[in-house]
């Protein structure tokens, strides 16, 4: 039964991910072989990607030695808020950012004010800067493991040798930063080679498109199926590459166990260090939370007064949002379960699902859907079935991530005991596994629910003219300036996608102690 | 909650069943038409008093991205009638093979002979760059002089937007072969690039940008609708591109005769009447009330330019191609 399920879970992956690639490839004109505006894509997303991950990477490193080093009030918070940008619908983010560094933006205002140019955020700039805004917290969290994962003894030992703070780096953070970092740097290079909604809005035209947008313009613009299939194929090649590369960077860390005392810093007690964490860490709050309050600040006036489509479009997501949930429960289950019985050859296998949804991209997969489907059934009526199961499947990995070491542990724990009681199927499953895998199932829901909520991706491409998801809706508002509504929206977005995700996760939390 | 449910898909159920005999006709178009300050609301109120029927605008992107929208859909598509594309498109929607005749015939007042079967004209403009009188006192007068100056403009994006596209042939008519180095050096001008029109001339109206690609027609709105004479068109010596912009039927509409009788309500008073004080264009044929005082006072071309649509079409991909690879670096 397991087994079935799992089989046909893995069979959709497969269909989604590497038959929307073989329609692609069926389609390509390379006819005029690749043209020059397709290698300026290709540049550009390199080059965009490269920027993101390394400025993202950089500015990690003072932040997360900044965090692990000092205590203060709020720091649980500040941890809580760096995993936020995750579930942050892209273009809430675009919005708030725009509002700040925006031509009519804060920054813009108060330059003009004392008398020099608004900055140009179009193009380039506002790309890497929305990048390293979303994914500067992701890699600020993986160095911060990093820097929690030096047992305290290591501190120890220092601090009785007399290192000073250059020493400590020398000797015992920077090979673990070494171990690190290339992970991290990767994993974000990884996400932004996909990126379509930041270069859409900021791009500012064809100096900054990515090959992602430029599949959306040959598409929704031009209608040129054979150049939007030659690009899909030029992405998903790219996105196998890095993932390839991804799947071989990763590299355990190893500093030898420790007892996990809570580590104390002996070194970097000097006012100066002191004064120079406060500095970053204020900066980086600032950085990562003013956009939002400005999200909060401009949304709230107009939001009594959205015209009810704004509020359809929000119904329609929140239902879109809630069919992830579940098709993503009914994939990623089965895979986690059979992955969780067996050696870890399956094991692999599952991480290969992964890695196959993170490198295909929303507009490959779009495309190539639109390609498979339009000879027999209408797109535009399954826009929105087909964005239920996008979402679903490209939050496969980071669930099944969730769920089998959760799962793993439960069959090693209670399995024998289940099967000398034969306890099987649905009575395993809802006796065993489900109370004890809640707490992950709840976490997985609710990132599925506000991925899906905020997405801005397969949509786009075959979403109805007359009933749009909130992002589309917001993004036409945008398009059409009405920007009190747009930040209205903007603001209701926000709302949801954390209400949804607050609601699973919390859902898999309640009567823990029980 | 269940019954809930119930009671609403009843509820969805006798709307529809109420509304069943009353035809609807479905017009795409682009945003800025079915604004509450765009031709929309009139044009909309006027024919469902005579039609008897349910006339249903969809905003689907700005013009150029109209016709894209109509071959994604195919043969499926629910439009009846798409009206938002102009001469410069129209060769390339006649070739979709998507669209039937109009059948309309009229005294038109357009600066070019009209014959085309398939695509009725409704209105028709100059583009040109629009400036505000207070924050730039002498605009450049030629693509060379705002491409030396810092002036900095917003344009639409050719692929997706009609005016886009216009200016993309505009700058083609006049300079020919030379057209790829003056977008080089226009390059520098461009703030950014904006899917459709209305994002830009927003932009431009919140003093983002000095000058934004628009019409010699859009002063009027805020001569008339404003009382505002700050905004003006900047003339350029040598002269501005036409555009005339154009609906038509689809072969597929479920409504053949109510789209016929769209079409020419096109044509008539009713229609064209309302046309300059909303959509801010030279209506296709003028009423008999005549044009709005404030449209005499608009910049006149020195010289009007326009390719045929067949020309246009032809030089489309070339031009499109040289402005990509312009605006890539």
């Given amino acids: 039964m397991i087994r079935l399920a799992s089989a046909a879970s893995f069979a959709l992956v497969l269909v989604l991910s590497l038959g929307t690639m073989c329609a692609v490839a069926l389609r390509a004109d390379f006819v005029a072989g690749i043209e020059a505006s397709d290698w300026a894509a290709l540049k550009f997303t390199i080059t965009q990607a490269l920027f993101s991950s390394v400025f993202s990477c950089v500015l990690a490193v003072p932040v997360a030695r900044a965090i692990a080093r000092r205590r203060f009030p709020g720091r649980s918070f500040l941890i809580t808020i760096l995993g936020a940008p995750f579930i942050l619908p892209t273009i809430v983010a675009i919005t708030g950012l725009l509002s700040i560094y925006g031509p009519a933006g804060l920054l813009g205002r108060v330059a003009s004010?004392?008398?020099?140019?608004?900055?140009?955020?179009?193009?380039?700039?506002?790309?890497?800067?929305?990048?390293?805004?979303?994914?500067?917290?992701?890699?600020?969290?993986?160095?911060?493991?990093?820097?929690?994962?030096?047992?305290?003894?290591?501190?120890?030992?220092?601090?009785?040798?007399?290192?000073?703070?250059?020493?400590?780096?020398?000797?015992?953070?920077?090979?673990?930063?070494?171990?690190?970092?290339?992970?991290?740097?990767?994993?974000?290079?990884?996400?932004?080679?996909?990126?379509?909604?930041?270069?859409?809005?900021?791009?500012?035209?064809?100096?900054?498109?990515?090959?992602?947008?430029?599949?959306?313009?040959?598409?929704?613009?031009?209608?040129?199926?054979g150049r939007a299939a030659r690009l899909a194929l030029l992405q998903f090649i790219l996105g196998i590459i890095a993932a390839v590369v991804a799947w071989r960077l990763v590299l355990p860390a190893d500093f030898g166990a420790g007892l996990d005392r809570p580590p104390e810093r002996w070194d970097s007690q000097g006012l100066g260090h002191k004064l120079l964490d406060w500095l970053v860490i204020a900066a980086v709050s600032t950085f990562l939370l003013l956009p939002m309050a400005m999200v909060i600040v401009d949304g709230l006036d107009a939001i009594g007064q959205l015209p009810t489509s704004v509020f359809e479009?929000?119904?329609?997501?929140?239902?879109?949002?809630?069919?992830?949930?579940?098709?993503?429960?009914?994939?990623?289950?089965?895979?986690?379960?059979?992955?969780?019985?067996?050696?870890?050859?399956?094991?692999?296998?599952?991480?290969?699902?992964?890695?196959?949804?993170?490198?295909?991209?929303?507009?490959?997969?779009?495309?190539?859907?639109?390609?498979?489907?339009?000879?027999y059934l209408d797109p535009v009526m399954l826009a929105l079935a087909v964005t239920a199961l996008v979402n679903a499947a490209t939050s496969l990995p980071f669930a099944l991530r969730a769920l089998i070491p959760a799962l793993r542990e439960i069959e090693a724990n209670f399995g024998p005991l289940a099967d000398s009681l034969n306890v099987t199927g649905v009575a395993r499953f809802r006796m065993l596994v489900f109370p004890r895998a809640r707490r992950s199932m709840g976490f997985a829901m609710g990132l599925t629910a506000a991925l899906s909520m905020g997405d801005l991706g397969v949509i786009v491409l075959f979403g109805s003219t007359d009933s749009p998801t909130l992002p589309l809706m917001l993004y036409r508002l945008m398009g059409a300036y009405r920007i009190e509504q747009a930040g209205s929206a903007a603001l209701l977005l926000l709302l949801l996608s954390l209400f949804l995700f607050w609601l699973f996760d919390r859902g898999g939390r309640v009567n823990a102690a029980t | 909650m269940k019954s809930f449910f119930i009671a609403t898909v009843l509820a969805a159920g006798c709307t529809a069943f109420a509304s069943a005999d009353q035809p609807v006709l479905t017009v795409y178009t682009y945003d800025s038409f079915v604004t509450e300050w765009g031709p929309g609301p009139a044009v909309e109120g006027a024919f469902e008093d005579a039609c008897e029927c349910d006339l249903k605008f969809v905003a689907a992107g700005d013009g150029a991205a109209l016709l894209a929208r109509i071959q994604i859909e195919g043969e499926r598509t629910r439009a009846d009638v798409v009206l938002g594309l102009d001469t410069n498109l129209t060769a390339r929607?006649?070739?979709?093979?998507?669209?039937?005749?109009?059948?309309?015939?009229?005294?038109?007042?357009?600066?070019?002979?009209?014959?085309?079967?398939?695509?009725?004209?409704?209105?028709?403009?100059?583009?040109?760059?629009?400036?505000?009188?207070?924050?730039?006192?002498s605009p450049p007068d030629s693509f060379g002089a705002l491409a030396q100056s810092n002036t900095s403009i917003v344009i639409q994006d050719p692929r997706s937007s009609t005016p886009g596209l216009g200016l993309l042939l505009w700058v083609r008519h006049v300079h020919g072969d030379e057209a790829a180095s003056v977008w080089k050096e226009l390059s520098d001008n461009i703030v950014t690039v904006t899917a459709g029109w209305s994002e830009a001339y927003g932009m431009f109206l919140d003093e983002h940008v000095d000058m934004v690609l628009s019409y010699t027609t859009s002063p009027a709105y805020h001569l008339i609708a404003e009382g505002d004479e700050t905004k003006k068109a900047a003339a350029f010596v040598e002269g501005h591109y036409m555009q005339v912009e154009v609906a038509a039927k689809l072969k597929t509409t479920d409504q053949p005769e109510l789209a016929d009788r769209f079409l020419e309500f096109i044509a008539s008073d009713e229609f064209q009447a309302v046309i300059p004080t909303t959509n801010w264009m030279y209506p296709a044929r003028i009423p008999a009330v005549g044009l709005p005082a404030g449209f005499d006072n608009l910049v006149q071309p020195s010289t009007s330019r326009l390719y045929s649509s067949r020309e246009a079409a032809e030089i489309r991909d070339v031009a499109l191609a040289e402005w990509l690879e312009a605006l890539s670096k």
């Fill in chain 2, 93 to 137: 929607a006649a070739a979709t093979q998507m669209f039937a005749p109009h059948g309309v015939s009229a005294d038109w007042d357009l600066p070019i002979g009209w014959d085309d079967p398939l695509f009725l004209p409704y209105d028709w403009g100059y583009f040109a760059f629009v400036y505000d009188t207070r924050r730039l006192a």
């Fill in chain 1, 313 to 375: 479009a929000a119904l329609r997501s929140v239902l879109v949002s809630l069919a992830s949930v579940l098709l993503m429960l009914l994939l990623a289950l089965p895979i986690a379960i059979a992955v969780s019985r067996t050696s870890l050859a399956s094991a692999a296998l599952a991480e290969g699902v992964g890695l196959l949804m993170i490198s295909a991209s929303p507009m490959v997969l779009g495309l190539g859907l639109y390609l498979l489907v339009f000879p």
């Fill in chain 1, 113 to 225: 004010f004392a008398g020099f140019a608004a900055p140009q955020v179009y193009g380039l700039p506002g790309v890497v800067l929305a990048h390293v805004f979303l994914n500067l917290p992701l890699a600020t969290r993986l160095v911060l493991q990093g820097w929690l994962a030096i047992p305290s003894e290591r501190l120890q030992t220092a601090a009785s040798l007399g290192f000073r703070p250059f020493d400590l780096f020398v000797h015992v953070e920077w090979p673990m930063l070494r171990q690190v970092l290339p992970g991290a740097h990767v994993v974000i290079f990884l996400v932004c080679l996909s990126s379509f909604a930041v270069a859409l809005i900021m791009g500012g035209g064809p100096r900054a498109t990515t090959v992602e947008l430029a599949i959306y313009q040959s598409f929704m613009f031009e209608f040129d199926l």
